[in-house]
């Protein structure tokens, strides 16, 4: 898979890291940012990060911040993504099997480096689970992006 990763200031030391596990993983990593510790806005590489699921040029998204909440709510934002923030490995493999999630938002202020690669290689090796009542739940999330969509603002 290709996998974007974009973290913001508070998350940075765990770029490289975490880039290193998902390529041991087998897969290509799509670098969103940022690239030091200066300071930057999330929405910026949260949405860098959704752009390129949303866009194809990647297969899923990973996003660090402070506490990934910030990031979680920009990527939710984009149309067709699914960001689940997620501070353990159970919910990060709930949010494949039930949510189909296809963007990973974790804290880095929050959980510590090892705890988040564990969360980080649960999510990329669970697969949704295809149960026929999730993938109705979820294409329940796409008709309701549809229809707000639709509606004059
Ligand atoms: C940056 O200070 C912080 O607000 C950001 O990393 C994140 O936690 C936002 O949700």
Redesign the pocket.
Known sequence: MIVALGV????FPYKQPLAQDIEALGHRVVDCGTQNTASVD?PTIAFAVAHAVRDGQADVGIFL???????CIAANKVRGIRAALCHEAFTARMSREHNDANMLCI?A?VVGLSLASEIVRTWLTTPFSGDERHARRVRMLAEAEALLESQPS
């Open positions: 913001d200031h508070a998350a999330y911040c402070g506490t990934g909440i910030g990031g804290g202020r």
